[in-house]
Structures are given as structure tokens and as C-alpha cells.
């Protein structure tokens, strides 16, 4: 850790007591991806909650740089089921795009099916895959349970894939941890905080200090505009020990549970990434493709039915239409 504050120090990202918001203008970071990636020096773990509101993470997966610090991506998105079909295909092999769509489509939560982002992030890995030497060749890892839909009749069927903390912490040991490599994980933020109960709260009982965890800005609950004056310039990416956003009171950042009064920071989060003031970010649409699929649409609905999800719950694909019906193409909208 003292490695990681000493680079993030070289590059100007952290950010000390400000009297103003000039002065953290001038701390701002010009290379996010740079610091995040250098948090690899002291953790096997960086975790990033996504999908992201920018295009932080497709930009990262291109980075050069990446491959010298990264063996593995572990994602949400990913029905762990299907593990061989996503070895095959990040690899490079033949693999027909029908079979690698059920990674991300036949997980335990709908809403992967739609992603957009996940749509794009298998095949530009597979593709970044082609440049590199077999040894740095960039494996994914799908942490969901493996959940096999076609068994699924009854709610009773589902019922031992409901808590999916578990199954992360299961791949990430095995996968990553046990075997000395290092991972980037994309999965939502309350699979990522510290000393919470989540995914990564239970892996460090067993190693403590592997994780660094990264919250996207997405608005501050109060004062937004004047505290986003105090972020400055962006992108950046801001350590909360020892800056102001780590003296913030916890009230101001967007959680997900109460905490003590008197709490600072934002509670289980090392650092704080900000792409843009959060009325000029962009909400990820839903997959064209997805929509066209009617065979999936199908399948979306008979499972909806098993599931005895009652209606405008997200299991129905109508769900995520009608959203999309009603949604601006602004993250706030």
C-alpha cells in the first residue's frame, strides 16, 4: 500500500485538504487508469463497480499496460456454467456467437441479457487477446451461479442460486487468489465493498488486504454541484485516506444501507473515480440485439413464468422495454 500511495502521489491523485476548489483542480489526475492500475503493485484484487457510467472500462481493457498487470477479468454478467464456451472463445477459437450469448444472457439476473456493455466486452478482450504473447493472454472469469434454466420449473429450482456471493467468493479463490494471479473484477458495488458481508468482505477474512475497491461518481446525494466543483477536472481517480472525499461525511455519497452518524467516506471504498459531472453521464441502453432476439424474449418470459414473477417485475422482458420506453439517454433522466 505504501508503494501504491507513493505512485498515486508522483501522479498528483491524491488529494489533500483543500482549502479551495482550485486546489483540487490542480490535483486532478490525467491517467485514472494509470492509478488504478498500479493498485495491482500491493493487491491481487482491483474491483470496479460496473457497468460503467463512461467508458472508463472499455477504454482500461485496451490499455496497453493492462496485460503487464491483469491475468484475469472477473465479471457479474458471466453464467459460470458456461466457463469452457468463454475459455474457448476469449482464446480465440471457433465458438458460434449463439453459444457465447448465453454467458451473459442466461445468468441469474435479467438484466445482464440486455447489457449493452457486456455485449461489447467479451469480443473486445477476445480481440485485445490476439495481440498478446500466449503467457499474457487475458482470461474471464463468469462468477454468477451456474445456473442451468432449462431445469428451472418451479421457484424451489432457483432457490440455491439466489445468493450469488458465494459463488463469487468460490472463483475468485479458486481461480484467482489460490493460484497467485491477479484479477479485475466488474461486478455491481455491493458485491465489492470491505468488511460488509459482500463477496469481497468474505474473501479478505481468509486474505485480508488482496482488495482495492473503486466507486463510480454518479452524483452526490446533497451539494453535488459545489462538491463536484471540489473534484475538479476529470477523469480522475481520487484515494479517500487521507483526502477530503475521505473526511466527506458518509451521508453524501449514494449507499445502499444507514451507517452510524458520524461515519466518513464512503464506507468499503478506496477510491472514488470521476469521469464527469453526473448530469452529462450516460445511461447504458439496453442491447439491440437482445431486443430482436424474440426466441430469448421467449425463453425470458416461460422463465418469468416459472419463477411466478408477478407482472412489471424485471423478469419480464417487458420490463426492461418499457424502461427503455420512458428513459432519456442521460444517466439522471
Known sequence: MRIFLAVLAAMGLLVTPATSATADHSRSSPDPAGALLAAFDDHALVAKSSPDVGNFLLDLIRDPRLPGKVNDIAVECGNSLYQPILDAYIAGADVPIADVRAVWRNTTQPSCGFSTFYEQLFPLVRQVN????????????????????????????????????????????????????KALLLFGLGHLTHNTGSAVGRLEQEYPGSAFVVADHSGFVKDNARLERQLGSWPSLTTLKNSWLGRLDSSYFPLDRDFPPGTKGYPGVDAYLYEGPASTLLREPISAQTVLDTDFLTEMRRRATALEAPPGALEWPEFFLQRERDSGVLLGD
Open 130 to 181: 490476439t495481440t498478446l504473447p500466449a503467457a499474457a493472454k487475458i482470461r474471464v472469469l463468469a462468477c454468477d451461479p451456474p445456473v442451468d434454466w432449462s431445469r428451472i420449473r418451479h421457484p424451489a429450482d432457483f432457490t440455491p442460486f439466489e445468493d450469488r456471493d458465494p459463488a463469487i467468493v468460490s472463483v475468485l479463490k479458486t481461480q484467482v487468489l489460490q493460484e497467485h494471479r
